[in-house]
């Protein structure tokens, strides 16, 4: 490895494969002379942009605390720490190493941060040694086949037309799995059978998913700060739609950003120093790629915090001034606004009414459909999960067996093998036609934003259940606990009715925003020159908390907000979309609930018996290295985690150790057909859409028998909302007993019929609690 200095005593090591390609290249005068000078460049406007917003951001915060806000409060609980002691899942593949072109067996471990580390061995995990390398997978896109990974990695060069060519590596097997950056270093991994692709492939894009999530929203001040300076940066460029590269952490953010107009420049200064056949120059290109972002990372690290520093220490004089002057600033911006609004409100309706208000509908409509479906999906598993739990605690109704179960259900919202038929129904979202003219250069971003969401609403969700259960157990014991268990179902169940339909009018709302704000600011921007003059009605002293660009931004935002709102009130009342109207209010209808909202996450195993066999288990196997470390410690290793093992009958298992070496195809030849025929076996799944397990009840269909009616008056739907809410504690009201049938009454006949007839009894029960839970949410 090869240090090389980046400033502030900062290294970047770089391994000696891509020392030696950027000797040859000359890469190291090429990146000092413009990868230096651009990032400074970037980062230098971005912090004059940052130190504004900052100190807007900072007042924003300051008139909230003020004011208040009008927030709907949640039914649901939320989980604080969600995956506490928890890991994602851990295994056994192969990796294809750069340096010695070998597929070697590792050892992946995905910790709660979701981060991708790898080790040489299990054993190097179990000693918890530092492990060989860590992805962080913002940014990254997951492949399933050589021929996806060509097909983005073709348009990598200029002047190359060859698309189909053959790749710069052979799989070990016909199950690869590649993470593909547009920047940063890719990453080669196979696997021995398909079902194990494609639960690697699941947990790896929740990693994806996860690390794309964007900033804390716990940061008041900072997170609005930063993504208003990027924003700015960009739109200055002359970029005003969505950037999938908003994802990572600040650091990795600003690389984007920087890379963004770097790339093409380095590109046509290094392609000509390339020399070799075409896999050999894509290789090459990457490994420059790569040492190119990490040299650009370190400096935007470096530089951030700096800025960071700066405006940290200011916080507190520019808080205090806040604090004094808040009416003044307050009066001074609402009359800086008006003038604002004067002048650009008459060009905004203008062009509202023409380029705006005929395209709400359709895009509303393209929205909604495939949230409702994944939202639907999210409550059917919750409900399906809840229902198993029933029918095996009926045969065995014992606190052991319920805690079993909710050992199992507690970590449902992050096990993306059984979210995954819920994700996959946003996938469904499309926004085709509208990229050109709204400048939306794909719907992944809204689509993970959906996803990220459905989880919460999970998380959400049995973090609730477990709660109220818990407290059912407690001050009930164990009699009759399918009853118990069913009223903690109905609870929850509205509840999550009702969060979930705030959150996605919330959703499409920002959602909307997101489309067309961009586009108006294009727009208007032959305006926006023309706002400096209104500076000079700001008083100095409130100049660092009152920006013309962000006021222009704001009337601009409220001229297209009532339509937004206005759109999504009319989707509110048609009930197919299953959304609760805005006059339907449910505030304090369970004041006791949120008593146990500070609660930690249920430790059902060590609180019903369940504990001792992983005790004994520690015990057992308590020596390690020569040494015998207490229980405590071996249990602390022994983390539990959400995804199972894959266990696969009569195939073999990946051994722990990584002496298992595949060895790697040093020269492939440039047009060889055989390489691709090969890899054949691996690209059925092209597509990029992974199979789910279809175990469990079929797609849940609202079909009542009553008749849809998309008008029918808002105060009989507050009054059958408010009716089946009232039995939120305590016993069940009359409407919803008769919605539900007597679970344990029914099933104890299934048990007494013979085989046949006890299926189709069961069934029969399954389609009724299916029909009921349907009528709920409709």
Same mark, same amino acid.
């Given at each position: 490895?090869v240090p090389l200095?980046?400033g502030?005593?900062q290294?970047?090591?770089?391994?000696?494969?891509?020392?030696?390609?950027?000797?040859?290249?000359?890469?190291f005068?090429?990146?000092?002379?413009?990868?230096?000078?651009?990032t400074?460049?970037?980062?230098?406007?971005f912090g004059?942009?940052?130190?504004?917003?900052?100190?807007?951001?900072?007042?924003n915060?300051?008139r909230?605390d003020?004011?208040g806000?009008g927030?709907?409060?949640?039914q649901?609980? %939320?989980?604080?720490i969600?995956?506490e002691?928890?890991?994602?899942?851990s295994?056994?593949l192969?990796q294809?190493?750069?340096? /010695?072109?070998?597929?070697r067996?590792?050892?992946?471990?995905?910790?709660?941060? %979701?981060?991708v580390k790898?080790?040489? #061995? @299990?054993?190097?995990?179990?000693?918890l040694?530092?492990p @060989?390398?860590?992805i962080?997978?913002?940014?990254?896109?997951?492949?399933?086949s050589?021929?996806?990974?060509?097909?983005?990695i073709?348009?990598?060069?200029?002047?190359?037309?060859?698309?189909?060519s053959?790749?710069?590596?052979?799989?070990?097997t016909p199950?690869?799995?590649?993470m593909?950056h547009?920047?940063?270093?890719?990453?080669?991994?196979?696997?021995?059978?398909?079902k194990?692709?494609?639960?690697?492939?699941?947990?790896l894009?929740d990693?994806?998913?996860?690390? $794309?999530?964007?900033?804390?929203?716990?940061?008041k001040?900072?997170?609005?700060?930063?993504?208003?300076a990027?924003?700015l940066?960009?739109?200055?460029q002359g970029q005003?739609?969505?950037?999938?590269?908003?994802?990572g952490?600040?650091?990795? !953010?600003? #690389?984007?950003?920087?890379?963004?107009?770097?790339?093409?420049?380095?590109?046509?200064? !290094?392609?000509?120093r390339?020399?070799?056949?075409?896999h050999?120059?894509?290789?090459?290109w990457?490994l420059?790629?790569?040492a190119?972002? +990490?040299l650009?990372?370190?400096?935007c690290?470096?530089?951030?915090?700096?800025?960071?520093?700066?405006c940290?220490? /200011?916080r +507190?004089?520019?808080?205090?001034?806040?604090r004094?002057?808040?009416?003044q !600033?307050?009066?001074s911006k609402e009359?800086v606004?008006?003038k604002?609004?004067?002048?650009?409100?008459?060009?905004?309706?203008?062009?509202?009414?023409?380029?705006?208000?005929?395209y709400?509908?359709?895009?509303?409509e393209?929205?909604?459909?495939?949230?409702?479906r994944?939202f639907?999906?999210?409550?059917?598993v919750?409900?399906?999960?809840?229902?198993?739990?029933?029918?095996n605690v009926?045969?065995?109704?014992?606190?052991e067996?319920?805690?079993?179960?909710?050992e199992k259900?507690?970590?449902l919202?992050f096990?993306p093998v059984?979210?995954?038929s819920c994700?996959?129904?946003?996938?469904?979202?499309?926004?085709?036609?509208?990229d050109?003219?709204?400048?939306?250069?794909?719907?992944s971003?809204?689509i993970q934003r959906v996803?990220?969401l459905?989880?919460?609403?999970?998380d959400n969700?049995?973090?609730?259940f477990?709660?109220?259960?818990?407290?059912?157990?407690?001050?009930?014991?164990?009699e009759?606990?399918?009853k118990?268990?069913?009223r903690?179902?109905?609870?929850?169940?509205?509840?999550?009715?009702?969060d979930? #339909?705030?959150?996605?009018?919330?959703?499409?709302?920002?959602?909307?925003?997101?489309?067309?704000i961009?586009?108006?600011?294009k727009?208007l *921007?032959p305006?926006?020159?023309?706002?400096?003059?209104?500076?000079e009605?700001?008083?100095?002293?409130? +100049?660092?908390f009152?920006?013309?660009?962000?006021i222009f931004e704001?009337?601009?935002l409220?001229?297209v907000? @009532?339509?937004? !709102?206005?759109a999504?009130?009319?989707?509110?009342?048609?009930?197919?979309?299953?959304l609760?109207?805005?006059?339907i209010?449910? +505030?304090?209808?369970?004041? *006791?609930?949120?008593?146990l909202?500070?609660?930690?996450?249920i430790?059902?195993?060590?609180q019903?018996?369940?504990?001792?066999e992983e005790?004994?288990?520690?015990?057992n196997d308590?020596?390690?290295?020569?040494?015998?470390?207490?229980?405590t410690s071996r249990k602390k290793k022994r983390?539990?985690?959400?995804?199972?093992?894959?266990?696969?009958?009569?195939?073999?298992v990946l051994?722990?150790e990584?002496?298992?070496e595949v060895?790697?195809?040093?020269?492939?030849?440039e047009e060889?057909?055989?390489?691709?025929k090969? $890899?054949?076996?691996?690209?059925? *799944?092209?597509?990029n859409?992974?199979?789910?397990?279809?175990?469990?009840?079929?797609?849940?269909?609202a079909s009542?028998?009553k008749?849809?009616?998309d008008?029918?008056?808002?105060e009989?739907?507050?009054?059958?909302?408010?009716?089946?809410?009232?039995?939120?504690?305590?016993?069940?009201?009359q409407?919803?007993?008769?919605?539900?049938?007597?679970?344990k009454?029914?099933?104890?006949e299934?048990?007494?019929l013979p085989p046949?007839?006890?299926?189709?009894?069961?069934?029969e029960?399954?389609?009724?609690s299916?029909?009921a839970?349907?009528?709920r949410?409709?």
């Amino acid at each position: 490895m090869v240090p090389l200095s980046v400033g502030r005593g900062q290294d970047i090591r770089l391994s000696s494969k891509i020392q030696a390609v950027c000797d040859k290249t000359g890469l190291f005068v090429i990146s000092f002379s413009l990868d230096v000078a651009r990032t400074g460049k970037v980062i230098a406007e971005f912090g004059r942009l940052y130190e504004q917003q900052y100190a807007v951001a900072l007042f924003n915060k300051v008139r909230f605390d003020v004011e208040g806000g009008g927030t709907l409060q949640p039914q649901l609980l %939320h989980r604080k720490i969600p995956l506490e002691n928890k890991a994602i899942f851990s295994g056994s593949l192969f990796q294809y190493l750069e340096e /010695n072109k070998k597929w070697r067996n590792h050892f992946l471990s995905i910790p709660d941060s %979701h981060d991708v580390k790898y080790y040489d #061995s @299990k054993a190097s995990h179990d000693r918890l040694l530092h492990p @060989k390398g860590t992805i962080s997978c913002a940014g990254y896109k997951v492949l399933t086949s050589m021929e996806q990974y060509l097909n983005l990695i073709s348009n990598s060069l200029p002047g190359e037309e060859r698309v189909g060519s053959s790749p710069f590596l052979k799989c070990a097997t016909p199950y690869p799995l590649i993470m593909w950056h547009p920047y940063a270093r890719h990453y080669y991994f196979c696997v021995t059978t398909e079902k194990e692709q494609q639960k690697w492939y699941m947990v790896l894009q929740d990693c994806v998913r996860h690390s $794309n999530n964007g900033l804390s929203d716990e940061k008041k001040v900072q997170t609005p700060a930063f993504t208003n300076a990027v924003r700015l940066y960009r739109q200055a460029q002359g970029q005003y739609g969505t950037w999938e590269m908003m994802c990572g952490a600040p650091s990795q !953010i600003l #690389s984007n950003l920087v890379m963004e107009g770097l790339l093409s420049e380095l590109r046509d200064l !290094i392609s000509p120093r390339l020399k070799g056949k075409l896999h050999e120059r894509q290789r090459n290109w990457i490994l420059i790629s790569d040492a190119v972002y +990490s040299l650009v990372q370190a400096q935007c690290q470096t530089q951030y915090e700096a800025v960071l520093q700066k405006c940290e220490a /200011n916080r +507190s004089s520019l808080e205090a001034s806040i604090r004094t002057d808040v009416d003044q !600033i307050i009066t001074s911006k609402e009359h800086v606004t008006n003038k604002i609004r004067a002048v650009v409100l008459p060009k905004a309706e203008k062009l509202l009414k023409v380029s705006i208000q005929p395209y709400i509908s359709s895009i509303l409509e393209a929205l909604l459909e495939p949230t409702s479906r994944g939202f639907f999906e999210v409550r059917e598993v919750f409900f399906r999960e809840l229902v198993d739990m029933s029918k095996n605690v009926l045969n065995e109704g014992t606190k052991e067996m319920v805690a079993q179960h909710m050992e199992k259900i507690s970590m449902l919202a992050f096990h993306p093998v059984k979210m995954c038929s819920c994700y996959e129904k946003v996938m469904q979202l499309s926004l085709e036609g509208l990229d050109q003219r709204f400048d939306i250069s794909s719907p992944s971003v809204f689509i993970q934003r959906v996803q990220i969401l459905m989880r919460e609403q999970m998380d959400n969700a049995v973090y609730t259940f477990e709660q109220i259960l818990h407290q059912s157990l407690e001050s009930q014991g164990g009699e009759d606990l399918c009853k118990t268990i069913q009223r903690c179902q109905d609870r929850v169940i509205k509840k999550f009715d009702y969060d979930s #339909s705030t959150v996605r009018k919330c959703f499409f709302r920002e959602a909307l925003l997101q489309i067309f704000i961009p586009y108006i600011l294009k727009q208007l *921007n032959p305006c926006f020159v023309s706002l400096p003059r209104f500076e000079e009605l700001i008083f100095e002293d409130f +100049s660092h908390f009152i920006l013309v660009e962000n006021i222009f931004e704001e009337v601009v935002l409220q001229s297209v907000m @009532k339509d937004i !709102i206005m759109a999504v009130k009319e989707a509110a009342v048609q009930r197919r979309h299953n959304l609760y109207r805005d006059s339907i209010v449910l +505030s304090n209808s369970d004041p *006791n609930l949120h008593l146990l909202g500070d609660n930690p996450s249920i430790d059902w195993a060590g609180q019903y018996g369940g504990d001792q066999e992983e005790v004994d288990g520690a015990e057992n196997d308590a020596e390690y290295n020569g040494e015998v470390e207490s229980v405590t410690s071996r249990k602390k290793k022994r983390m539990k985690q959400v995804v199972s093992l894959i266990q696969t009958d009569g195939t073999a298992v990946l051994p722990s150790e990584s002496c298992l070496e595949v060895p790697g195809v040093e020269d492939i030849p440039e047009e060889d057909g055989e390489g691709r025929k090969e $890899n054949g076996a691996g690209e059925e *799944n092209s597509e990029n859409k992974p199979l789910c397990d279809q175990n469990g009840f079929a797609s849940l269909k609202a079909s009542t028998g009553k008749p849809e009616d998309d008008n029918e008056p808002e105060e009989q739907q507050k009054e059958e909302f408010q009716a089946t809410e009232s039995a939120g504690e305590g016993e069940e009201s009359q409407a919803v007993a008769e919605e539900q049938p007597s679970s344990k009454q029914e099933e104890s006949e299934v048990l007494l019929l013979p085989p046949a007839a006890a299926a189709q009894k069961e069934s029969e029960i399954q389609e009724t609690s299916v029909a009921a839970g349907a009528q709920r949410l409709k």
